[in-house]
């Protein structure tokens, strides 16, 4: 209604109607559960991309926006910590034919996620790198409206990974692997066909189905939560789910899972003019599903998803990598 109010009434943005635009998580929910989606409904996520990039362009972002957008200008973070902070700070760049892209919000905040990845690169013996001081993606920069910023911090991401000569890039955060798979082509940075880039969890599931890569048994009920930018906007649902059964013949889907996923909040920023810090009230409902079926874990694919969910029930909550890394025989 408010998208109709500005395009098609001609009703000037202002604050209450802008906050709204950037309220929205750009989950997709509503275009999954859209019952006229089949026959074109309305694609929610690009309607908002393509409304913030006017309010941008109209010099009306929020504050709060304005404020995550410079720090990801400056510090290649959006929470304004020093590169000081980042995993990839002190690493040592190497010529390998993998290259293991973290992602901001593993590089400054869930580096147990990059630790429990690398162990397991260490442990099957793989050659690989990181890229030292990993500049931001360019893909919150776009979410939040900022085309012009959006690419040059992809360029700069762009030409880290051509020059670091690798074959294959393994992603660990969903941002990155979308950007990377579907808008990195559209704004000119192409991957050639022999760079190959995989999610981690499709990386893992690859091992496993060629035998390279043993798990050790547990009887537990485990479950996934599916992620929105891996799985609703990429279809990587079968990999996390190989993983996983391949530990346990005890998996159960959450009652509402694949498309039908609740949202994580993978790409919820600011709410109400504020940075967003309602997480665990989208994790509660994932908790909630999951006490349904007796899970005693749930696998999240995202740093986001992990932290909203949190370990606020009882439930174990790991990421696919911290699962495999205790599991791999
Ligand atoms: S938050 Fe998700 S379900 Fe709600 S409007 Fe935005 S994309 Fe659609």
């Known amino acids: 209604m408010i998208l109709q109010s500005v395009y098609i009434a001609e009703k000037e943005y202002n604050q209450s109607t802008i906050e709204a635009i950037y309220n929205c998580f750009v989950c997709g929910s509503c275009t999954s559960w859209c019952a006229g989606a089949e026959i074109g409904g309305y694609d929610i996520p690009e309607l908002i991309k393509s409304a913030r990039k006017d309010i941008v362009k109209k010099g009306m972002a929020l504050e709060v926006v304005e404020n995550i957008k410079n720090s990801l200008l400056e510090n290649n973070n959006a929470y304004n910590l020093p590169a000081s902070a980042s995993?990839?700070?002190?690493?040592?760049?190497?010529?390998?034919?993998?290259?293991?892209?973290?992602?901001?919000?593993?590089?400054?905040?869930?580096?147990?996620?990059?630790?429990?990845?690398?162990a397991?690169?260490?442990?099957?013996?793989?050659?690989?790198?990181?890229?030292?001081?990993?500049?931001?993606?360019?893909?919150?920069?776009?979410?939040?409206?900022?085309?012009?910023?959006?690419?040059?911090?992809?360029?700069l991401l762009y030409k880290k990974i051509i020059v670091s000569g690798c074959k294959t890039i393994i992603v660990s955060?969903?941002?990155e692997f979308d950007v990377l798979k579907n808008y990195y082509p559209k704004w000119g940075f192409v991957f050639t066909d022999d760079i190959k880039i995989l999610h981690f969890s499709e990386f893992i599931a690859e091992n496993i189905q060629s035998g390279k890569i043993r798990l050790s048994q547990t009887d537990e009920i485990i479950t996934l939560t599916d992620s929105e930018f891996?799985?609703?906007?990429?279809?990587?649902?079968?990999?996390?789910?190989?993983?996983?059964?391949?530990?346990?013949?005890?998996?159960?889907?959450?009652?509402?899972?694949?498309?039908?996923?609740?949202?994580?909040?993978?790409?919820?920023?600011?709410?109400?003019?504020?940075?967003?810090?309602?997480?665990?009230?989208?994790?509660?409902?994932i908790i909630v599903l999951a006490n349904d079926i007796h899970a005693k874990r749930i696998i999240t694919l995202s740093a986001t998803a992990k932290n909203n969910i949190g370990n606020q029930s009882g439930i174990k909550v790991m990421d696919i990598a911290e699962f495999v890394a205790e599991l791999i025989l």
């Open 87 to 118: 995993f990839s700070y002190s690493i040592e760049e190497k010529n390998a034919d993998v290259l293991y892209l973290l992602g901001e919000e593993i590089n400054y905040k869930n580096q147990e996620i990059a630790k429990a990845v690398i």
């Open 120 to 155: 397991i690169f260490n442990k099957i013996k793989l050659s690989f790198t990181l890229l030292k001081d990993e500049p931001t993606s360019g893909k919150i920069l776009d979410l939040l409206g900022y085309e012009n910023e959006s690419l040059l911090k992809a360029e």
């Open 173 to 175: 955060n969903p941002l």
């Open 230 to 285: 891996l799985g609703r906007f990429n279809n990587v649902f079968e990999a996390p789910r190989i993983i996983i059964q391949a530990a346990t013949k005890n998996f159960k889907d959450l009652r509402w899972s694949h498309k039908k996923m609740l949202s994580t909040g993978e790409a919820a920023f600011t709410f109400n003019d504020k940075i967003f810090t309602q997480g665990s009230n989208l994790g509660e409902k």
